[in-house]
């Protein structure tokens, strides 16, 4: 006769292990969409205009953080380009 399978206690290994391994996916997955919307929004531009300065004009003073973006809002606003409004 052949007996049927039991199913797993829950404090087995392998449920620990299932459920870090969902938990690490659910971690990545919220990481991706944050960093995502950062990208859209604008959030690494002024480092990325940091390390340029540094590197392509390297005795130029470079604009604090506040002058970076009022400069930058005023340029889109003299260039509207593809924006929609």
């Known amino acids: 006769m052949i007996r049927p399978a039991v199913p797993d206690r ?9 459920w870090r391994a969902g938990a ?3 971690v990545r997955a919220a990481r991706s969409v ?7 929004l604008g959030g690494q531009d002024y480092q990325r205009y ?5 590197r392509a004009h ?7 953080e506040r002058v970076y973006w009022r ?3 005023a340029d889109a606003e003299r260039n ?5 409004c």
């Open 10 to 18: 829950p404090d087995t290994p392998a449920r620990h292990t299932s």
């Open 24 to 26: 690490a996916a659910v």
């Open 80 to 84: 509207p380009g593809a924006r929609c």
């Open 34 to 40: 944050v960093w995502y919307v950062d990208s859209v």
């Open 71 to 73: 400069e930058r809002y």
């Open 50 to 54: 940091v390390a340029h300065m540094r």
């Open 58 to 64: 390297p005795g130029e003073p470079i604009a604090d």
